[in-house]
């Protein structure tokens, strides 16, 4: 009994040495190698451009209330209650939010190497020895063997490798989050656009309906002419000729409104086959979104943020690849129970353990590690031209849509002229055939001015609702860069992270 007594008194001192260690190293840990991040810059404008001497107001309501829900611009409640079932039942959001919770994961993943590692082990081998080996007390016997074994090993955080691998992860998280909110509004402005071409075909499709029962009264009265004998034959053909055409026309409309409609029925998440919607005109005006300022649209486009957080990310593998030129200290521990017979397994002197520390460090690599560290600043490098390239894109399309909308508004109006001169024109030539003056040959020719220009101007009412659509989102659709996750979201599952990354 001895033996297990001089045991115990012997593990004490290691202990407290250990931990003497243990103080020492935690009061190094603050030492983090790699640049600190800054985020980089970008060159904006003091204005846009094309917001000079436009006289264009913000719109109503106020930015501030458009947020998230920024469709309510349009007082469409058809398109309300079609919008509220993206961020649910949409499956490239779903999928984009899964993302961001693997992204979520991966922190948990880096933050659980500043903890150590424990492991335990259990076993039992029946095994007999060669009585043929010289110098051996085990020879020829056949031994069982108990054995259960627990180690636990820790690698302080001395150059701040993990903890920059945390700080990457977390920037990643974020972006996958930003990312997430860029899917979520690509898919609800995409079902605005689709949504306001369906009413624009439906509102096409009113007009060629009407048109054809204009037509079908002109046939008739030249049907009737042509039975007094006032009107030729020539001009029945030519009646008969236009409608049939504009009946055509009016069916052609039906393929893109199922197109349109299926395209909206799976953004919501539905079989096209059990998906419709009821016909009706366009009824919504565009909008012109408050542009605001040129900077600020660098906190309220959720593209331009991820691409910031890439940057982050890519500051914080610097830091990493730096540390791998310091040498890693790695503390371990083994306790256990081992012995040949069971009943003395559970006995103090069956006990085991080790305890000591690892330095190890790579000495020579011929460049390795070097190369990582300058591919990781190759990687910044990128990841900053990209911010950059997708700062300058963001101002282009504004720019774009804010042109779209201030050329489309004058094309609305010479159109809306042009139409009604086509209508008066077609009035005119409509009584001189009845008057006898002309043929219906110039009758046709004034149908089909006035059915263009009449086409001619919903077009360009679906464009401007198209071009009012895409400039809020441009502008981020009311996003903003604080509807990012936090650090404790990321860090805690519990919290509400998912909320954020997919509806701002």
Same mark, same amino acid.
């Given at each position: ?6 045991? @115990? ?12 260690? #243990? ?16 985020? !980089? ?9 094309? #917001? ?63 903890? !150590? ?16 080996? #010289? /110098? ?19 690698? !302080?955080? %001395?150059?701040? @490798? ?95 409104? *199922?197109?349109?409609? /299926? ?46 957080? /890439? ?52 000495? %020579? ?56 001169? *086509? ?27 006035? #059915? ?10 679906? @464009? ?27 860090? /805690? ?12």
């Amino acid at each position: 009994m001895n033996a297990p007594a001089s045991r @115990r008194r012997f593990v004490a001192p290691p202990l407290r040495a250990s931990a003497l260690a #243990l103080a020492s190293v935690c009061a190094l840990t603050a030492c983090t190698v790699g640049p600190d991040y800054v985020k !980089p810059s970008a060159t904006t404008a003091a204005t846009y451009k094309e #917001l000079e001497g436009t006289g264009w107001k913000p719109a109503q309501p106020a930015d501030t209330l458009t947020r998230g829900a920024w469709w309510s611009v349009y007082a469409d409640p058809s398109l309300d209650a079609l919008e509220q079932q993206v961020a649910n039942a949409n499956q490239n959001v779903q999928a984009a939010e899964a993302r961001f919770r693997a992204a979520r994961a991966t922190v948990a993943q880096y933050r659980s190497s500043f903890f !150590p590692v424990v492991t335990a082990t259990g076993a039992y081998s029946r095994a007999r020895s060669s009585e043929n080996v #010289l /110098h051996k007390s085990t020879a020829g016997l056949t031994l069982n063997d108990y054995l259960v074994q627990a180690d636990a090993s820790w690698e !302080p955080d %001395l150059w701040g @490798r993990v903890s920059r691998s945390v700080e990457g992860a977390k920037a990643e998280a974020q972006a996958s989050a930003a990312d997430a909110q860029a899917v979520l509004l690509s898919m609800q402005a995409e079902l605005a656009t689709d949504y306001f071409e369906l009413r624009g075909l439906d509102q096409e499709r009113q007009l060629l309906d009407d048109t054809i029962e204009a037509y079908k009264q002109a046939l008739d009265l030249t049907q009737h002419r042509y039975a007094g004998g006032i009107a030729t034959d020539a001009d029945v053909a030519q009646a008969q000729t236009q409608l049939k055409t504009t009946q055509a026309q009016a069916l052609d409309l039906g393929v893109q409104r *199922a197109q349109l409609e /299926h395209a909206i029925a799976i953004l919501i998440g539905q079989p096209p086959s059990t998906f419709s919607l009821p016909v009706a005109p366009l009824a919504a005006v565009p909008v012109v979104a408050a542009a605001g300022v040129p900077s600020a649209l660098l906190e309220r486009r959720p593209d331009i943020a991820a691409a910031e957080r /890439h940057v982050a990310d890519m500051n914080a593998q610097i830091g990493v690849a730096t540390a791998a030129f310091f040498p890693n200290l790695i503390l371990s521990v083994t306790g256990g129970l081992e012995a040949t017979n069971y009943s003395q397994w559970l006995l103090a002197p069956s006990r085991l353990w080790s305890l000591g520390p690892t330095l190890a460090g790579t000495l %020579l690599d011929f460049g390795g590690r070097a190369s990582v560290k300058e591919q990781a600043r190759a990687h910044y490098d990128e990841s900053v031209a990209q911010y950059r390239q997708t700062v300058l894109s963001a101002f282009g399309q504004v720019e774009d849509n804010l042109a779209a909308l201030r050329v489309l508004e004058q094309e609305a109006t010479a159109q809306d002229d042009a139409v009604t001169a *086509a209508q008066r024109a077609l009035a005119v030539v409509s009584n001189r055939y009845k008057n006898g003056a002309i043929t219906y040959l110039d009758v046709v020719v004034a149908q089909t001015t006035a #059915l263009t220009n009449e086409r001619d101007a919903v077009s360009i009412a679906r @464009r401007r609702m198209a071009a009012s659509v895409a400039l809020i989102k441009a502008l981020g659709g009311g996003w903003d860069a604080s509807a990012l996750p936090t650090d404790e979201q990321i860090a /805690h599952p519990s919290a509400p992270a998912s909320d954020a990354a997919t509806r701002g």
